[in-house]
């Protein structure tokens, strides 16, 4: 899972083996855009390919910043629950954005198999992996579980 790079060990590392010269470490910057700013500046030849990223050498090196909004886990993207078919939030994911009203649980059919790991990524709010009516796992806001060996067949979630 490609998450997050501190910028310092990103410096630190590409400094160590030569790809890009050492400076001395500015005042921290205040948003993701301002690191970006900075990171750019002080490393020319890089473009900026998404709010969090910045990319060198046609995607050889990619410097990614946590957002400090953000709070995915995996591929599942903030305000998301998922389920994966794989373990550490790999594999086929099946990806929920709302809560039903009724607390109705939603099924994971879809998804073809054995679910292997679930995230909540949502700001609020508990996620609970079912098997049928039995919960086996609730999981706070931003959390996950990586490797599941229970059956999973349904998500449900609570604001």
């Known amino acids: 899972m490609m998450k ?5 060990a990103f410096v630190l590392g590409l400094a160590g083996f030569g790809a890009l010269p050492a400076v001395a470490a ?3 910057a205040t948003t993701v855009q301002q690191q970006i700013d900075d990171v750019m500046v002080r ?3 890089g473009v900026q390919v998404s709010e969090t990223t910045v990319s060198w050498e046609d995607g050889a090196i990619l410097l990614t910043l946590a957002s400090p909004t953000g709070r995915a886990i995996g591929s599942c993207a903030t305000g998301s629950y998922c389920a994966f078919s794989a373990t550490n939030y790999g594999g086929t994911r099946l990806a929920f ?4 009203a009724t607390t109705t649980s939603n099924s994971l059919s879809a998804l ?5 790991s679930v995230a909540n990524a949502r700001t609020s709010g508990t996620v609970r992996a079912m098997n049928g009516t039995v919960i086996v796992h609730a999981l706070s806001a931003n959390t996950g579980i990586t490797s599941n060996a229970s059956s999973v067949t349904a998500l449900s979630c609570t604001t």
């Open 26 to 28: 500015p005042a921290p």
């Open 43 to 45: 490393y020319p030849g």
């Open 112 to 116: 073809g198999g054995t679910v292997r």
């Open 4 to 8: 997050t790079l501190v910028v310092g």
């Open 97 to 100: 954005t709302g809560c039903s």
